[in-house]
């Protein structure tokens, strides 16, 4: 569905608001299906460039352009004893991660987060990611997780991420966060009846399964 929604812990209510969402690539960097806990939230962050993405995209760049990594404000520092240098991107409007990342611990070192590249959002399919979850509308959904801090208003949500420097903020209570994955469903927001593709083919590998259940029994 390439859609977010938010919910307070009340049966019965509407969700309080959703928005668009970009996911990860059907092809090779697919958004995997899990539930976690919410903790922080990272204004301005930095982007710790992830092995794959630096072998695979940021060294064949440097490769053909040797003035990359300051055109994108990138940064080498020091590494792990497997890996003694990583490359970083600083906070800022060039930032792939944007102005806000929300953390939930998990094993495939999944987040949400921003993008400077907001046009994606008006595309019907929005399967552009490296499997990270983009919203459409960052400082809305970090002045919801942020309510029970009640300093924590839109005027310094903005201000924060409008600030020299990366500030995070613990949550006082964690917020479950359910990445799922559906082709059919009736949407909150609008109570509409949605078919959309199966880009994944999760779908398809849940109808092999079952025929072949059939078919043995």
């Not at 092809?27 to 919410?38: A, C, G, N, Y």
């Not at 990583?86 to 987060?113: E, S, T």
């Not at 991420?161 to 927001?189: C, E, H, N, Q, W």
């Not at 779908?203 to 078919?215: F, H, K, V, Y």
Request: glycine share 6%; hydrophobic share 40%.
């Amino acid at each position: 569905m390439f859609r977010l929604w938010a919910w307070d812990a009340v049966d019965g209510r509407p969700p309080a608001f959703g928005m668009d969402a970009i996911v990860g690539r059907a092809s090779r960097t697919q958004t995997p299906v899990f539930m976690e806990d919410l903790r922080e939230v990272i204004f301005r962050p930095y982007w710790n460039v992830p092995p794959s993405i630096l072998r695979g995209e940021i060294l064949p760049a440097l490769r053909r352009d040797p003035d990359y990594l300051r055109k994108h404000d990138m940064e080498v520092v020091r590494g792990t004893e497997h890996d003694p240098l990583d490359v970083r991107q600083r906070p800022g409007a060039k930032n792939a991660l944007g102005l806000v990342k929300f953390v939930f611990p998990n094993d495939d070192n999944v987040y949400m987060h921003g993008t400077p590249a907001t046009e994606l959002f008006a595309r019907r399919r929005r399967d552009f990611s490296h499997g990270c979850v983009r919203v459409a509308d960052p400082a809305a959904l970090a002045e919801w997780v942020l309510r029970d801090l009640p300093d924590w208003t839109r005027a310094r949500i903005e201000t924060a991420m409008a600030g020299p420097g990366s500030t995070s903020v613990k949550l006082p209570r964690p917020i479950t966060v359910v990445l799922f994955y559906t082709t059919a469903a009736v949407t909150p927001d609008d109570g509409r009846l949605h078919f959309v593709d199966d880009i994944y083919r999760h779908d398809a590998r849940l109808d092999r399964a079952l025929r072949a259940r059939r078919q043995s029994n």
